[in-house]
């Protein structure tokens, strides 16, 4: 079985999932869906570009005309699309509180969806993380992966409670202004407190991790390149900081790197998914600071690093096999998963 996938939302996060569903053979890339002819919809629909030769639909009616008028090539609305039953899974990209109001629509044409961590977690019937829950998003009809932020911390925290109770959890979120191409939305000599105390982020990371005990706050900062968060955690027996780290070695989605190899900061990190020459230098795997990994007394601590662009590019891809059925265990999906996309 192949699985067709529509990408409704073609901008940072629906571009690179696109991509990804197009690398894997046992997903087809059966349409693009978004509502104006943007200069990233051009590109990667170049001869050159990525997503060249995919079939592009707009997802809003009255957007048809002017996208036409552009000199885009559009077969017709994403509900025209949805009615031929053509589609299997629809990635839902769209921003922020978009994907809620699309989803009647799906409703109708009893389409599964993927909504991304934009949507409150009600929009679906579960939260998705490749590590802990695979299973339980098998045969769903609405899945939701959540943010950049989140997968991070899931993924970790996952890795610590698995080697020791966590009994809780502070978390300080240093977070990006915006992605690179966004400059409409940074902010320039500033730092911005999150004025709602807990930030959203630790109810979300409790939409997968339901038992965990977690508190964070978050700070946005004038840079563009990642995230970066402090990691408290209590827990009732003290791991070794090597144990820990080995058992961050044997996520595949989490890398260790050291300050003292020159990997300091940031861009240093970023830097070298450049010289790797990843796509976009993305970065789907979360990056932890070696230094950083202390474990004393009861307390454990660690920094890691997020690239808000690409974390949760996997995720979605093990996702749609996961609701389709189409691979029911995990690790052989997060392993496929991988190897398409160059994580190692």
Partial sequence: ??????????????????????????MKLAAISTTSASYTLRTVLEPDGPLYGTDLWCSVPEKL??????????????????????IDVVVDCTPEGIGALNKPMYQKYGVKVIFQGGEKADVAEMTFNSFVNYEEAIGKQFVRVPSCNTT?????????????QINE????????????????????????PTMKLPSHHGPDVKTVLKHLDIKTMAFKVPTSLAHVHAVHAEVKKLPKPEE??????????????????????????????????RPRYDMPEVVVWKETINCKDDDVFWS??????????????????????????????IAKTNKTLNIK
């Fill in 152 to 164: 991070a911390l899931v993924r970790t925290l996952n890795v610590l409670d698995k080697l020791s």
């Fill in 65 to 86: 005309k002017a996208m036409r008028d552009a000199g885009m090539y559009v077969n017709g609305t994403l509900e025209e699309l949805l009615a031929s039953d053509k």
């Fill in 1 to 26: 079985m192949v699985v067709r996938v529509c990408v409704n939302g073609i901008g940072t996060i629906g571009k690179r999932i696109a991509h990804a569903v197009k690398l894997q053979d046992d």
């Fill in 169 to 192: 959890v502070d978390v300080t979120v240093i977070r990006r202004a915006s992605d690179p191409p966004d400059t409409e939305k940074t902010i320039m000599n500033a730092i911005e």
């Fill in 244 to 277: 820990l780290e080995a058992a961050f070695l044997k996520n595949t989605r989490i890398t260790i790197l050291k300050a003292a190899d020159g990997y300091t900061d940031t861009a240093k990190v970023i830097e070298r998914y450049r010289d790797l020459c």
């Fill in 304 to 333: 890691h690093m997020v690239h808000s662009e690409s974390i949760i590019v996997p995720e979605n891809i093990d996702c749609i096999r996961a609701m389709t059925g189409i691979e029911k265990d995990p690790q052989k999906s």
